[in-house]
């Protein structure tokens, strides 16, 4: 069983940056993909960005690509998400999750994630 905790969300203005962290224990994250996703009021939770096991593949949502870089420190059981240049669009509440299953590529889809945290809400003033 993984236990995930998410922090540093928070009010930002746009243009702004925020390092969300996501702190995994009692169970096997090192040997997982780890997902980042996000829901915005009224909408369906959506893929934001992936990372393999050893951080060496990496997948993010088009819209994210070249503003958030996500990351893994397996020594600290930790995965963040650097988010730079936020837009107004960007605000919703930000869940970490891994994958269901050990020992492979990274994932977009929701249904391949098992484990999940309590979401961070992260929210960008225009």
């Known amino acids: 069983q993984v236990q995930l905790v998410e922090s540093g969300g928070g009010l930002v203005q746009a243009g702004g940056s925020l390092r969300l962290s996501c702190a995994a224990s009692?169970?096997?994250?090192?040997?997982?993909?780890m997902g980042w996703f996000r829901q915005a009021d009224g909408k369906e939770r959506e893929f934001v960005a992936a990372i393999s096991r050893n951080g060496g593949t990496t997948y993010y949502l088009d819209y994210v690509r070249g503003r958030f870089t996500i990351s893994r420190d397996n020594a600290k059981n930790t995965v963040y998400l650097q988010m730079n240049n936020l837009r107004f669009e960007d605000t919703a509440v930000y869940y970490c999750a891994a994958d269901r299953i050990e020992f492979r590529l990274p994932r977009k889809e929701e249904s391949e994630y098992l484990y999940w945290g309590q979401g961070t809400q992260v929210t960008v003033s225009s």
């Open positions: 009692g169970g096997t994250s090192s040997s997982r993909a």
